[in-house]
């Protein structure tokens, strides 16, 4: 009995800024980004690093978080299966692989992964040869409006109710014994 298994775990850095386009008749969100991974190989008597770059596609909402956060030169780590696309190019077959993610870990500092501020203006894509009817719309993102009302405090970080001291009566006949 033969059985499969494609899963994939890369760690590396994000080679082009995220593009977020909207697909399909519900518009659901993807972000195709690349990711460089080295691979670390001794050559000689030196360590050298060859990189290997891979394409990864993102999508729903998490597509939406790594278009705000993630942009080129970002640490990441994806996790997905691995997808092979071929097409026809000049005559000559094409392959290519993909990693189609399902989780993703954004690994440089708080500050590093500051979010993107949103367009100004909305991008059109223009869509793929095969289905001249489909247009790809970024949604532009709305900048947040402060609250109205304070959010509500937790109750550790409400002010501590002033409490009273118990009283200090010593026990009859014992005056330095403890009142318990």
Known sequence: ???????????GNVTRDPELRSVGAKNTSLVETGLAVNNRVKKGDQWVDEPCFIDCVFWGRKAEVLNAYARQGTSLLVEGKLKMEQWEQEGRKRTKFKIDAWEFQLLGSRNEN????????????????QN?????????????????????????????????????????????????
């Open 1 to 11: 009995m033969s059985t499969s298994f494609n899963k994939v775990i890369l760690v």
């Open 114 to 129: 500051a979010a993107r501020p949103a367009p100004t203006q909305p991008v059109v894509h223009n869509p793929p040869a």
């Open 132 to 180: 001249p009817a489909t247009v790809f719309v970024e949604p532009q993102q709305q900048p947040q409006q402060p609250a109205a009302h304070p959010a509500p405090q937790q109750p550790w970080q409400q002010p501590a109710a002033p409490q009273q001291a118990p009283p200090n009566q010593p026990s009859e006949g014992y005056p330095n014994e403890a009142p318990f």
